[in-house]
């Protein structure tokens, strides 16, 4: 089993950055895929990135050019720098890993606690 903790929400400006972390623990040599999804008040759960692998990503087209994902040395954690913040990107962020303890085979998502960010003047 892998265990997934997020930190670094806050509120900040509309035009500013915050930096998210995620780290997973448990069988982290079996994690396929890490990423982070939100939700906004009253909406559904989106993606907002995926990181297969630890090279291939795949960007919600509403972040591109402004969320960048990123993995540490150590691979069980994750970052996501989220420049140009508009207050449309309020949400509780959810980091996930994805775990693959006999590849190829079955995949089992696992979901960490979120963490509020806040886009507000």
């Known amino acids: 089993q892998v265990q997934v903790v997020e930190s670094g929400g806050g509120l900040v400006q509309p035009g500013g950055s915050l930096r998210l972390s995620c780290v997973a623990s448990?069988?982290?040599?079996?994690?396929?895929?890490m990423g982070w999804y939100r939700q906004a008040p009253g909406k559904e759960r989106e993606m907002v990135v995926v990181?297969?692998?630890?090279?291939?990503?795949n960007y919600a087209d509403s972040v591109k050019g402004r969320f960048t994902i990123s993995r540490a040395d150590a691979k069980n954690t994750v970052y996501l720098q989220m420049n140009s913040l508009k207050p449309e990107d309020t949400a509780v962020y959810y980091c996930?890993?994805?775990?693959?303890?006999?590849?190829?085979?079955?995949?089992?998502?696992?979901w960490g606690q979120g963490t509020q960010v806040t886009v507000s003047s």
């Open positions: 996930f890993a994805d775990h693959e303890p006999a590849p190829p085979g079955r995949r089992y998502r696992y």
């Open positions: 448990g069988d982290i040599f079996s994690i396929y895929a």
């Open positions: 990181l297969t692998r630890g090279v291939n990503t």
